[in-house]
Nanobody, 123 residues
Framework: QVQLVESGGGLVQAGGSLRLSCAASGFIFNNYVMGWFRQAPGKEREFVAALSRSGSTDFADSVKGRFTISRDNAKNTVYLQMNSLKPEDTAVYYC?????????????????WGQGTQVTVSS
């Protein structure tokens, strides 16, 4: 059974930091591109960051320079380190896994999704 379980969300003041984790099981983690997306109330789900199997990364312009993405293949876990958080970063954050490794920013390319974790940034 495939599972992606996010954790690490919460309430933080603007300028603060959070680290999200996503623990994967039920598939060969090393073979998958891992991505993070977010969805704010009333908005569409949007790409945040992705980490390919080769280690290359991609970030949305809105988070570039503030967020980093990493993975620990031994722990089947992907992380999203979020620094200098802004109120506009408030959203539910989802991790996702992509077997084919297509266009990293397209959520339709991702095979598996977690349930999401809420991040709220107060001003």
């Amino acid at each position: 059974q495939v599972q992606l379980v996010e954790s690490g969300g919460g309430l933080v003041q603007a300028g603060g930091s959070l680290r999200l984790s996503c623990a994967a099981s039920g598939f060969i983690f090393n073979n998958y591109v891992m991505g993070w997306f977010r969805q704010a109330p009333g908005k569409e789900r949007e790409f945040v960051a992705a980490l390919s199997r080769s280690g290359s990364t991609d970030f949305a312009d809105s988070v570039k320079g503030r967020f980093t993405i990493s993975r620990d293949n031994a722990k089947n876990t992907v992380y999203l380190q979020m620094n200098s958080l802004k109120p506009e970063d408030t959203a539910v954050y989802y991790c996702a896994a992509d077997r084919a490794g297509g266009y990293l920013r397209d959520p339709n390319n991702y095979n598996y999704w977690g349930q999401g974790t809420q991040v709220t940034v107060s001003s």
